[in-house]
């Protein structure tokens, strides 16, 4: 009999990907999503996964009718508050649920100390709400599994990115405007030294971290894994490398955080490069190599280049 697996959030970055790969690997899969939405890639497997329409916020009973499917593993991608993940502890802590994959998320992290970060660090210090609700989930689900044996994993993605969505761009925001600068061979300015790091990581790259951590479910167990890519960038080597891109010669200034910001001129924006840069820093996927045999398939670069195409091809660039 097969296994089932309910993915929450199916549809969205990282859905996209892990619907077809739990479809391949003989699970029952079933794709919660508030809307029809279609996922960012097409994929032929997606006809052999249910999609069922619910929305955790709006329907009172969404708990309810998750039980009722009576899933063996439960992919929670979208869950932006702890309160959500003590409801499903409390519902799930004594059913045949085999497994629960917590997605949580890099932003758990504060400003960086020693690196790299490390993902079981009890001590994070998030900067935001977001963040701070993602580590209080981990912390809640590391004590129920100590305490009471609920399986739970946590994968933390960094940047998730790849065609057919808005990326972080060299500005650590997601104003198209550096990016078109470039395009167009005019001089940008980086915030300080340019030396702050993204990480960029493909949507796809996530999924296969969540699909390695069920079958590899005994290693996984009570753990906390980043989902990185081999390597990470600097604003520096993202600016010098789409000018690269571009076939434009790099034309790259700094300017002191205060002065970045008037030249920016999006409050909105300068806040979102901000939050992006004061936590830089570099994960290490070496223990997900070693417990889930976890390979990233793309580079950070050729991550980028796919998301950059993407740009172009939709309009969003436009190259002379």
Same mark, same amino acid.
């Given at each position: 009999?097969?296994?089932?697996?309910?993915?929450?959030?199916?549809?969205?970055?990282?859905?996209t990907?892990?619907?077809?790969?739990?479809?391949?690997?003989?699970?029952?899969t079933?794709?919660?999503?508030r809307?029809?939405?279609?996922?960012?890639?097409?994929?032929?497997?997606?006809?052999?996964?249910?999609r069922?329409?619910?929305?955790?916020?709006?329907?009172?009973?969404?708990?309810?009718?998750?039980?009722?499917?009576?899933?063996?593993?439960?992919?929670?991608?979208v869950?932006f508050n702890?309160?959500?993940t003590?409801?499903?502890?409390?519902r799930?802590?004594?059913?045949?649920?085999?497994?629960?994959?917590? %997605?949580?998320? %890099?932003?758990?992290?504060?400003m960086?100390?020693?690196?790299?970060?490390?993902?079981?660090?009890?001590?994070?210090?998030?900067?935001d709400?977001?963040?701070?609700?993602?580590?209080?989930?981990?912390?809640y689900l590391?004590?129920?599994?100590?305490?009471?044996?609920?399986?739970?994993?946590?994968?933390?993605?960094g940047?998730?990115?790849?065609?057919?969505?808005?990326?972080?761009?060299?500005?650590?925001?997601?104003?198209?405007?550096?990016v078109?600068?470039?395009?167009?061979?005019k001089?940008?300015?980086?915030?300080?030294f340019?030396?702050?790091?993204?990480?960029?990581?493909?949507?796809?790259?996530?999924?296969q971290?969540?699909?390695?951590?069920?079958?590899?479910?005994?290693?996984?167990?009570?753990?906390?894994?980043?989902?990185?890519?081999?390597?990470?960038?600097?604003?520096?080597?993202?600016?010098?490398?789409?000018?690269?891109?571009?076939?434009?010669?790099?034309?790259?200034?700094?300017l002191p955080?205060?002065?970045?910001c008037?030249?920016?001129?999006?409050?909105?924006? %300068?806040?979102?490069t901000?939050?992006?840069?004061?936590r830089?820093?570099?994960?290490?996927?070496?223990?997900?190599?070693?417990?889930?045999?976890?390979?990233p398939?793309?580079?950070?670069?050729e991550?980028?280049?796919?998301?950059?195409?993407?740009?172009?091809?939709?309009g969003?660039?436009?190259?002379?």
């Open positions: 009999m097969k296994k089932k697996a309910v993915v929450i959030g199916g549809a969205g970055h990282i859905g990907y892990l619907i077809p790969m739990l479809v391949e690997e003989g699970f029952e079933i794709a919660i999503t809307s029809m939405s279609k996922p960012y890639e097409d994929n032929p497997l997606w006809d052999k996964a249910k069922v329409l619910m929305d955790r916020e709006k329907d009172s009973d969404f708990i309810d009718k998750l039980c009722e499917m009576k899933p063996d593993i439960i992919v929670d991608l869950n702890i309160e959500e003590k409801k499903i502890v409390s799930f802590k004594d059913t045949d649920l085999s497994h629960y994959l917590y %997605c949580s998320s %890099c932003w758990a992290h504060g960086a100390e020693l690196l790299p970060f490390n993902p079981d660090d009890e001590h994070k210090e998030p900067l709400e977001y963040g701070k609700d993602k580590f209080a989930s981990e912390m590391k004590k129920e599994y100590e305490e009471n044996g609920f399986p739970y994993t946590v994968i933390a993605p940047q998730i990115s790849g065609p057919g969505w808005t990326i972080i761009n060299p500005w650590g925001n997601t104003s198209f405007r550096v078109q600068d470039i395009a167009d061979g001089e940008i300015f980086l915030p300080n340019g030396q702050e790091i993204i990480h960029h990581v493909h949507g796809y790259d996530v999924a971290m969540f699909l390695k951590a069920i079958t590899h479910r005994d290693n996984a167990l009570g753990k906390v894994f980043d989902a990185e890519a081999e390597s990470h960038i600097t604003l520096y080597g993202y600016a010098k490398h789409l000018y690269k891109f571009f076939n434009k010669e790099p034309k790259i200034g700094f955080w205060d002065k970045w008037e030249y920016e001129g999006n409050k909105d924006e %300068c806040d979102h901000y939050y992006h840069i004061v830089s820093g570099t994960f290490s996927i070496e223990n997900a190599k070693k417990l889930l045999e976890y390979h398939k793309y580079t950070n670069l991550t980028i280049d796919l998301a950059i195409q993407s740009y172009i091809n939709r969003l660039v436009k190259v002379k």
